[in-house]
Nanobody, 121 residues
């Protein structure tokens, strides 16, 4: 069973920063499209940031996080990170790492267990 292991969530004051990390098996990291989603209480899960399907496709960010959040990857460590700056109370949610098998037969996809981010004074 594929495991995506997230870390880095917590409680932070408005305006603060957090960094989330997601470790994936090498076979997933190399061939799947990696991204971060979040789900706030009472709301649907939404895209936060996601690498494009190809290296030239760029990165997709939700409008609400553009300029504040940055997704990055470490190919040597098979990890994807989400640097979150200037956090707002509305960023409070459970954040999930996602691996999309866009180019894999039957397009499997996997979710991490989620990590809570709470922005509050």
């Amino acid at each position: 069973q594929v495991q995506l292991v997230e870390s880095g969530g917590g409680l932070v004051q408005p305006g603060g920063s957090l960094r989330l990390s997601c470790a994936a098996p090498g076979s997933i990291f190399r061939f799947y499209v990696m991204g971060w989603y979040r789900q706030a209480p009472g709301k649907q899960r939404e895209l936060v940031a996601r690498f494009g399907a190809t290296s030239s496709a760029g990165i997709n960010y939700a409008d609400s996080v553009k300029g504040r959040f940055t997704i990055s990857r470490d190919n040597a460590k098979n990890t994807v990170s989400l640097q979150m700056n200037s956090l707002k109370p509305e960023d409070t949610a459970i954040y999930y790492c996602h691996a999309d098998g866009l180019f894999v037969k039957d397009r499997p996809h996997y979710w991490g267990q989620g990590t809570q981010v709470t922005v509050s004074s």
